[in-house]
Structures are given as structure tokens and as C-alpha cells.
């Protein structure tokens, strides 16, 4: 028995024993559990961690000063039922324009990335950095004496193309706008004022019949004028109001073609648009000592060109100088007479080229209203030529467009026709 009670209280021991140091170990090891709870629930940050940036995608939208007023236009896609329309010089004897096909190439512009700073801490606070832009120019005055108004004479050949007979046809006149782009008297103007395309006309018989005649013109020569010296060139809100007008005394100064913009390596759009020359005042006109130009000076106020590509212009207001036909009326009867006007509007969208010029800007695109020899006019922001009025679209005058100053700087890199 008592043997007995010794194994039954040594077996009892054991269970005691067993019992303890599986409570022991538990113990142990939910300790271990807690203390690590406890290191990663409250562990504090000293100090604040740099986090990777962000990528945001934003859309900075350049204006003017708060000076002047600023309309935003929306931009308008265009379908490929759209035509546009080349603007014909004021000509004496009026041709029909053929209508360009719009581009497709549209330039994206105005869109930075900018990339915040973002520091984590205990509020978790973002701090964005702010976007950089690229600021505007500064304001340039412009000298009403840069704009220029242009007429050209040409000599026409009237062939019969049925049999080729040709026949000696009568001079005709044409009219257009420039802007003086150097000291030496280079004027930046459209390629078509001063290179006519070939014509037909259908000519009614005297039996009863019809004969088509194909008309070809070669330019004779081309006088240019300006306003007088001084002359107070109208303010955007002057041209909204009286729009007032101002007349070239006197065509001075005989100019004569030394560029005009090559169609070599461009696509059909480029070509379409790529509508520039550049003239150069070498003499004077017949009638200028008569009223009183009697000597070529030796140097002329001219304006500067801006390339726009490193700027969102979609919104700017933009102002044009030029001598469109619909002013002469009321004027006086002669063809001769050319009267500067102004026209404000605001950039509606800039599209890149799509061949040659596919790296700058090609057309400027804004609600300007056109009219005939406005051709050539400079398109200014800031004082700045941004582009070389040349069309709109046909129905909507206000739906209007220019070469812009890139393109043209690019194809005349390497001469000496821009600048001082």
C-alpha cells in the first residue's frame, strides 16, 4: 500500500510537475507574443521619410497681363468636310479661289508634368511643388511705319486651248498687306500676291456659244507704301469700337521678289500652307517724289519675329494690321488707294506640320475676321509677329488662320532677311 501510495503520489508529482512547466512555457511564449506586438504597434517616426514622387498630369493655361482682357475660345476639330479657303488678294478682276483641304496634324499643347514633393509624417502632409512655365515676353511697341501695303502688276496671256492660239491680255492689279522684318527693308508677305496661279475663264460667244480660255500672269513689278511716320497705330479696344482707318499717302518705293517659299519635300497640307515670301524696297515708284518719297532710306523701322512653340497661346489675344479691299469703298474709286485697318481676335488652337515642318508650329489658328487684301498681314501677341495672315474658312471669315512665325523662321535660317 505503500508502495503503492508513493507511485501514486510520485505519478500525481509528475502530472504537477508537467502541469507547471506547460503553464511555464505558455506563459514564456505569450510574453514573446505581446512584447512584439508591442515594438510594431507603437514604434514612433523621428523623423520624416522621403517618399518616391508622384506623376501628375496638369494643364497650365498661359494669358495675357491682367491688363488687357483675355477671351477663351474653345477649339474646334475639324472634319474632312471643312474647307478652308486661301485669301485672295483684293485683285482688280476678281478670280475664284480654289479651297485648300484642312490639315490633320493637330499640335498638343499646354500639357507639363509636374512632379511633386511628398513627405510622409505624422499628418501625412503633400506639399506640391509648383509647375514651371515658361514666361512671356515682354511687351513690344510696335511702328505703325513696319506694316506695309503692297500692289502688283502683272501681264496676262489669254490661250485658246483648243487650238493653242495665245493672245497678249490686259495688266492686272493686285493688292496686299506686309510687315517690314528688317532694317534694310525686307517685307515678310504671302507667296501668293506676288506668284499668281493660272486661270480659266468660260467666255460666252456672240453665237450663242461658249469658249474656255486659259489666263496666265507674270508679274510686271510691285509698289509698296506705308503710313506716315508717327502715325498712332489703334488699340484693340479702338479697333472694337471705331475701328478708325488710315491711309497710305503714296505707294513710294518699288519692291522686288528676292524669296519665295519652295514646295519641295513638304506634304500636300504643308504646301497649302507654307505661304510666304519676302520682298526688298530697291527703288522708288514713279509716283513717289511726286508726293514726296524722294530718297530710299537708309534704314526702316521693322518688327520682330517670335517662335511660339515653347508657349500655350490657345486664349491670347491677338491683333492684326493690314489694307483689305473692303475698305475702299467710300474711299475713294481708285484701286490704288490702300487704307490700314485693324482686327483683334483670340489664338483658337496652333497645329504642327507633318512632314518638313513637323517639328514647329505650321498654322496659327484664330476668330479674326478676313477679308481680301488682308493677305500678308502680320499677326502679332505682345507686340511680337506670330504668323503671316493667309486664309479662312470658306463661309465663316471669323474662322481664320496664319502661317506661323516657326515655320517661317526655319525655312529662312541661314539668310539674312530676319532681324536687324
Same mark, same amino acid.
Given at each position: 500500500m505503500n508502495g503503492v501510495g508513493l507511485g501514486y503520489n510520485y505519478f500525481i508529482n509528475m502530472l504537477d510537475f508537467f502541469d507547471n512547466l506547460i503553464k511555464t512555457i505558455v506563459a514564456i511564449f505569450t510574453a514573446g507574443i505581446i512584447t512584439l506586438g508591442g515594438v510594431f504597434s507603437h514604434k514612433q517616426i523621428e523623423t520624416?521619410?522621403?517618399?518616391?514622387?508622384?506623376?501628375?498630369?496638369?494643364?497650365?493655361?498661359?494669358?495675357?497681363?491682367?491688363?488687357?482682357?483675355?477671351?477663351?475660345?474653345?477649339?474646334?476639330?475639324?472634319?474632312?468636310? #471643312?474647307?478652308?479657303?486661301?485669301?485672295?488678294? #483684293?485683285?482688280?478682276?476678281?478670280?475664284?479661289?480654289?479651297?485648300?483641304?484642312?490639315?490633320?496634324?493637330?499640335?498638343?499643347?499646354?500639357?507639363?508634368?509636374?512632379?511633386?514633393?511628398?513627405?510622409?509624417?505624422?499628418?501625412?502632409?503633400?506639399?506640391?511643388?509648383?509647375?514651371?512655365?515658361?514666361p512671356h515676353p515682354r511687351q513690344m511697341q510696335i511702328d505703325s511705319q513696319a506694316m506695309v501695303g503692297i500692289l502688283c502688276y502683272y501681264n496676262t496671256k489669254l490661250t485658246n486651248p483648243l487650238n493653242g492660239a495665245s493672245a497678249a491680255g490686259g495688266q492686272e492689279m493686285i493688292r496686299g498687306s506686309g510687315v517690314i522684318v528688317n532694317s534694310k527693308g525686307y517685307i515678310l508677305t504671302n507667296r501668293h500676291i506676288i506668284q499668281r496661279e493660272d486661270s480659266t475663264e468660260i467666255l460666252n460667244t456672240s453665237n450663242g456659244g461658249q469658249l474656255q480660255i486659259n489666263i496666265s500672269?507674270?508679274?510686271?513689278?510691285?509698289?509698296? @507704301?506705308?503710313?506716315?511716320? @508717327?502715325?498712332?497705330?489703334?488699340?484693340?479696344?479702338?479697333?472694337?469700337?471705331?475701328?478708325?482707318?488710315?491711309?497710305?499717302?503714296?505707294? =513710294?518705293?518699288?519692291?522686288?521678289?528676292?524669296?519665295?517659299?519652295?514646295?519641295?519635300?513638304?506634304?500636300?497640307?504643308?504646301?497649302?500652307?507654307?505661304?510666304?515670301?519676302?520682298?526688298?524696297?530697291?527703288?522708288?515708284s514713279q509716283s513717289g517724289p511726286t508726293f514726296g518719297v524722294t530718297s530710299v532710306p537708309s534704314s526702316f523701322p521693322y518688327a520682330k519675329l517670335l517662335a511660339i512653340?515653347?508657349?500655350?497661346?490657345? @486664349?491670347?489675344?491677338?491683333?492684326?494690321?493690314?489694307?483689305? =479691299?473692303?475698305?475702299?469703298?467710300?474711299?475713294?474709286?481708285?484701286?490704288?488707294?490702300?487704307?490700314?485697318?485693324?482686327?483683334?481676335?483670340?489664338?483658337?488652337?496652333?497645329e504642327f506640320g507633318n512632314l518638313a515642318y513637323a517639328d514647329v508650329p505650321l498654322v496659327v489658328y484664330t476668330n479674326l475676321e478676313i477679308f481680301h487684301g488682308r493677305s500678308g498681314s502680320p499677326l502679332f501677341w505682345r507686340g511680337y509677329v506670330i504668323g503671316l495672315t493667309t486664309f479662312y474658312v470658306e463661309g465663316n471669315r471669323k474662322e481664320s488662320g496664319s502661317v506661323a512665325s516657326d515655320a517661317i523662321i526655319k525655312a529662312l535660317s541661314g539668310t539674312n532677311y530676319l532681324g536687324p
Amino acid at each position: 500500500m505503500n508502495g503503492v501510495g508513493l507511485g501514486y503520489n510520485y505519478f500525481i508529482n509528475m502530472l504537477d510537475f508537467f502541469d507547471n512547466l506547460i503553464k511555464t512555457i505558455v506563459a514564456i511564449f505569450t510574453a514573446g507574443i505581446i512584447t512584439l506586438g508591442g515594438v510594431f504597434s507603437h514604434k514612433q517616426i523621428e523623423t520624416p521619410v522621403q517618399m518616391p514622387p508622384i506623376q501628375v498630369q496638369a494643364v497650365v493655361q498661359q494669358t495675357e497681363s491682367s491688363s488687357i482682357e483675355v477671351i477663351a475660345s474653345s477649339t474646334k476639330s475639324k472634319t474632312a468636310k #471643312e474647307e478652308e479657303k486661301i485669301i485672295q488678294p #483684293e485683285v482688280k478682276k476678281s478670280a475664284i479661289p480654289k479651297p485648300p483641304v484642312a490639315s490633320d496634324t493637330t499640335a498638343e499643347t499646354g500639357q507639363q508634368n509636374i512632379s511633386p514633393i511628398v513627405q510622409a509624417n505624422a499628418t501625412a502632409t503633400i506639399i506640391l511643388a509648383q509647375p514651371e512655365t515658361n514666361p512671356h515676353p515682354r511687351q513690344m511697341q510696335i511702328d505703325s511705319q513696319a506694316m506695309v501695303g503692297i500692289l502688283c502688276y502683272y501681264n496676262t496671256k489669254l490661250t485658246n486651248p483648243l487650238n493653242g492660239a495665245s493672245a497678249a491680255g490686259g495688266q492686272e492689279m493686285i493688292r496686299g498687306s506686309g510687315v517690314i522684318v528688317n532694317s534694310k527693308g525686307y517685307i515678310l508677305t504671302n507667296r501668293h500676291i506676288i506668284q499668281r496661279e493660272d486661270s480659266t475663264e468660260i467666255l460666252n460667244t456672240s453665237n450663242g456659244g461658249q469658249l474656255q480660255i486659259n489666263i496666265s500672269y507674270q508679274l510686271d513689278h510691285c509698289e509698296a @507704301g506705308t503710313v506716315p511716320a @508717327g502715325t498712332h497705330l489703334p488699340t484693340p479696344q479702338e479697333i472694337e469700337t471705331i475701328n478708325p482707318l488710315i491711309r497710305i499717302p503714296v505707294l =513710294g518705293y518699288i519692291v522686288k521678289p528676292v524669296y519665295i517659299s519652295s514646295n519641295v519635300g513638304l506634304s500636300n497640307d504643308e504646301k497649302l500652307f507654307a505661304d510666304f515670301a519676302i520682298l526688298q524696297i530697291t527703288g522708288l515708284s514713279q509716283s513717289g517724289p511726286t508726293f514726296g518719297v524722294t530718297s530710299v532710306p537708309s534704314s526702316f523701322p521693322y518688327a520682330k519675329l517670335l517662335a511660339i512653340n515653347n508657349y500655350d497661346l490657345t @486664349g491670347n489675344r491677338v491683333i492684326t494690321y493690314g489694307f483689305p =479691299g473692303d475698305v475702299t469703298l467710300g474711299q475713294n474709286d481708285s484701286f490704288q488707294t490702300l487704307t490700314m485697318t485693324g482686327s483683334v481676335g483670340n489664338v483658337t488652337k496652333v497645329e504642327f506640320g507633318n512632314l518638313a515642318y513637323a517639328d514647329v508650329p505650321l498654322v496659327v489658328y484664330t476668330n479674326l475676321e478676313i477679308f481680301h487684301g488682308r493677305s500678308g498681314s502680320p499677326l502679332f501677341w505682345r507686340g511680337y509677329v506670330i504668323g503671316l495672315t493667309t486664309f479662312y474658312v470658306e463661309g465663316n471669315r471669323k474662322e481664320s488662320g496664319s502661317v506661323a512665325s516657326d515655320a517661317i523662321i526655319k525655312a529662312l535660317s541661314g539668310t539674312n532677311y530676319l532681324g536687324p
